[in-house]
């Protein structure tokens, strides 16, 4: 009896392993293979625009640790993970020379700059087993006034990619300011107030001082 007993708790315990692997660790996996492979794509294109237009590598740290502070839960934020890497793939329809001038852009060449985030979620939406991140890919530059109840997701890739591409070209402490101002217009307040957060923490936990830094933010 005490054998039949055993056998019982090893199946059972066998069908609990089994079931963690299935739906814990193997969609983990999952994720992490195809973002790897997904890296690759936004590496080319910040070689073809040299970096002009964001990096996808810090992004993806700190777009997933703001993620958390605001609660999104785990299947939207690895869909918002995958969009990161997905969301400027359509700029390879965009001719070099209009993003890499070094003069102002005409009214046409913005226009056709502008469409990239709709040319990527087209382009998603051929990938197999993608099609649902191509809304998140559409909206990564949505504005909060225009569209208040875009996912919460797309409101972090929005105002995170400005912060990034701003601080990198100016300072940290201008990048802070622009989401400032935004903050309720362009950009969600919600996801501002987690970004600075996250920002305000990360350098508390340096313990250096940073020339041109978040020294502000606080």
């Not at 492979?37 to 936004?42: E, K, Q, W």
């Not at 950009?187 to 001082?209: C, T």
């Amino acid at each position: 009896m005490q054998g039949a007993w055993w056998a019982v708790l090893i199946t059972l315990g066998s069908l609990v392993a089994l079931a963690y692997y299935a739906f814990i660790v193997l969609p983990a996996r999952l994720h992490r293979w195809r973002c790897e492979g997904l890296r690759a794509f936004a590496r080319l294109i910040e070689l073809r625009t040299h970096g002009r237009y964001g990096k996808s590598e810090p992004m993806a740290e700190i777009a997933s640790a703001v993620a958390q502070r605001l609660g999104i839960p785990l299947t939207e934020r690895r869909r918002m993970e995958l969009a990161l890497y997905l969301r400027d793939i359509g700029m390879v329809a965009i001719p070099y020379a209009i993003l890499n001038k070094t003069t102002p852009l005409t009214e046409a060449e913005r226009a056709l700059l502008q469409r990239h985030p709709e040319i990527s979620a087209s382009i998603t939406e051929q990938i197999p087993g993608l099609w649902h991140v191509a809304p998140i890919v559409r909206l990564h530059h949505v504005v909060y006034h225009e569209y208040p109840d875009a996912p919460l997701s797309a409101h972090l890739l929005s105002a995170l990619d400005d912060w990034l591409r701003i601080a990198e070209s100016a300072d940290a402490d201008t990048a802070t300011s622009v989401l400032k101002q935004g903050a309720g217009a362009r950009y969600h307040p919600l996801v501002v107030q987690a970004i600075l957060s996250e920002l305000r923490e990360r350098v508390l936990q340096s313990g250096q001082a940073l020339t041109r830094s978040a020294a502000l933010w606080l």
